[in-house]
């Protein structure tokens, strides 16, 4: 029986006390030179971002049960969306010496001495989900997530051919963007904005960040309608804002989906139930099952085996175009 620790904060305090006890008596309970032949055995400590959106609870959960069919003994911290608490999560799997350390950095800046102290401890770090900016290559070893400029390409190429089957003059065009300085957000902008860049009937007239959570993009929109006269487009970064926008919309007592065009990146069930119900357009997938892939790199990591720089999933786009979204199977998130 492989034993699981899953934590939140409450249990930090006793991953605390053990590193405490590990320092003082300058011991730990493992052997770090011992080498795991396969997945089984092995510790993986995991830094989650915070618990925002259901996509979110979706990859912690993706996360916990492949740790579990691969017989792996996950340390699992939630840094509750800030990046402090990220950095100090850490540092405790560096100081319980952790086979490999996986995370999903909230943002993509800072994390340049927390993982030195990880590199000079001899612990492999896998990025996932979002990515980091460092100068230095070596601080980590492989990233497995999603190419969210691509994400912004497949919603940018949607809207140029709804436009085309609409007719459309001119539209114009609000974003809802996601939490400042995090890869999917800076992405799935310019991902969308350059594909659309070129077509003078498209024109992004707002732009304002909902940190991808429901009740900001809720806010967001109220304060679009608000402003503007004409809103053709939302262009939302995440569902759960956009779950928060057609609140919103539905209140001012505009039609979600025929007042106001709706593209909405993740593919949540709850997404592509709206599509199906015709108050969201399109929807670009980013899936946030990613667990097993991060099981299966972690344990070649460990065998010190060479690893793919880049891991990317597969996602697919869908729309009010598609004649097949009833034969979807459930999507899991
Ligand atoms: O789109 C959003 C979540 O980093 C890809 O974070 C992830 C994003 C996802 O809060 O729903």
Same mark, same amino acid.
């Given at each position: 029986?492989?034993?699981?620790?899953?934590?939140?904060?409450?249990?930090?305090?006793?991953?605390?006390?053990? $590193?405490?006890?590990?320092?003082?008596?300058?011991?730990?309970?493992?052997?770090?030179?011992?080498?795991?032949?396969?997945?089984?055995?092995?510790?993986?400590?995991?830094?989650?971002?915070?618990?925002? &959106?259901?996509?979110?609870?979706?990859?912690?959960?993706?996360?916990?049960? #492949? #740790?579990?069919?691969?017989?792996?003994?996950?340390?699992?911290?939630?840094?509750?969306? %800030?990046?402090?608490?990220? $950095?100090?999560?850490?540092?405790?799997?560096?100081?319980?010496?952790?086979?490999?350390?996986?995370? #999903?950095?909230?943002?993509?800046?800072?994390?340049?001495?927390?993982?030195?102290? #990880?590199?000079?401890?001899?612990?492999?770090?896998?990025?996932?989900?979002?990515?980091?900016?460092?100068?230095? @290559?070596?601080?980590?070893?492989?990233?497995?997530?999603? @190419?969210?400029?691509?994400?912004?390409?497949?919603?940018?190429?949607?809207?140029? %051919? %709804?436009?085309?089957?609409?007719?459309?003059?001119?539209?114009?065009?609000?974003?809802?963007?996601?939490?400042?300085?995090?890869?999917?957000?800076?992405?799935?902008?310019?991902?969308?904005?350059?594909?659309? %860049?070129?077509?003078?009937?498209?024109?992004?007239?707002?732009?304002? &960040?909902? @940190?991808?959570?429901?009740?900001?993009?809720?806010?967001?929109?109220?304060?679009?309608?608000?402003?503007?006269?004409?809103?053709?487009?939302?262009?939302?970064?995440?569902?759960?804002?956009?779950?928060?926008?057609?609140?919103?919309?539905?209140?001012?007592?505009?039609?979600?989906?025929?007042? $106001?065009? $709706?593209?909405?990146?993740?593919?949540?069930?709850?997404?592509?139930?709206?599509?199906?119900?015709?108050?969201?357009?399109?929807?670009?997938?980013?899936?946030?099952?990613?667990?097993?892939?991060?099981?299966?790199?972690?344990?070649?990591?460990?065998?010190?085996?060479?690893?793919?720089?880049?891991?990317?999933?597969?996602?697919?786009?869908?729309?009010?175009?598609?004649?097949?979204?009833?034969?979807?199977?459930?999507?899991?998130?």
């Amino acid at each position: 029986m492989h034993s699981l620790f899953v934590s939140g904060r409450k249990h930090a305090l006793a991953a605390f006390v053990l $590193i405490a006890i590990i320092a003082l008596t300058g011991c730990s309970n493992r052997d770090v030179s011992e080498q795991p032949s396969e997945s089984g055995g092995l510790i993986i400590g995991f830094a989650q971002l915070g618990s925002e &959106s259901a996509w979110r609870l979706g990859n912690t959960q993706s996360i916990i049960e #492949a #740790a579990e069919r691969a017989g792996v003994q996950l340390m699992f911290e939630n840094a509750q969306q %800030k990046q402090e608490n990220q $950095i100090r999560d850490i540092r405790s799997f560096i100081a319980y010496r952790v086979d490999v350390i996986a995370f #999903a950095p909230i943002v993509e800046d800072g994390w340049d001495n927390v993982l030195g102290e #990880a590199r000079d401890a001899g612990i492999p770090v896998l990025v996932t989900d979002r990515m980091i900016n460092t100068q230095d @290559d070596t601080l980590f070893a492989g990233f497995i997530g999603s @190419d969210f400029y691509e994400e912004g390409v497949m919603a940018g190429e949607y809207l140029i %051919k %709804k436009a085309d089957a609409i007719d459309a003059e001119s539209l114009n065009i609000v974003e809802i963007s996601g939490t400042v300085e995090s890869t999917p957000m800076k992405q799935r902008a310019q991902g969308f904005a350059d594909t659309i %860049k070129g077509d003078a009937r498209l024109d992004i007239i707002d732009s304002v &960040s909902g @940190d991808f959570i429901r009740s900001k993009g809720k806010e967001c929109m109220q304060k679009f309608i608000d402003t503007h006269d004409k809103i053709d487009v939302l262009y939302s970064h995440n569902d759960a804002m956009t779950l928060g926008a057609i609140e919103a919309m539905e209140e001012a007592g505009l039609k979600p989906g025929e007042d $106001i065009i $709706i593209i909405t990146v993740d593919g949540e069930q709850k997404a592509i139930d709206l599509l199906k119900e015709g108050k969201i357009n399109c929807v670009v997938e980013c899936t946030p099952l990613i667990g097993d892939t991060i099981m299966q790199i972690a344990a070649q990591l460990a065998r010190g085996e060479e690893i793919p720089r880049y891991t990317y999933s597969e996602d697919r786009v869908f729309s009010e175009f598609d004649d097949d979204l009833d034969e979807l199977p459930e999507r899991g998130y």
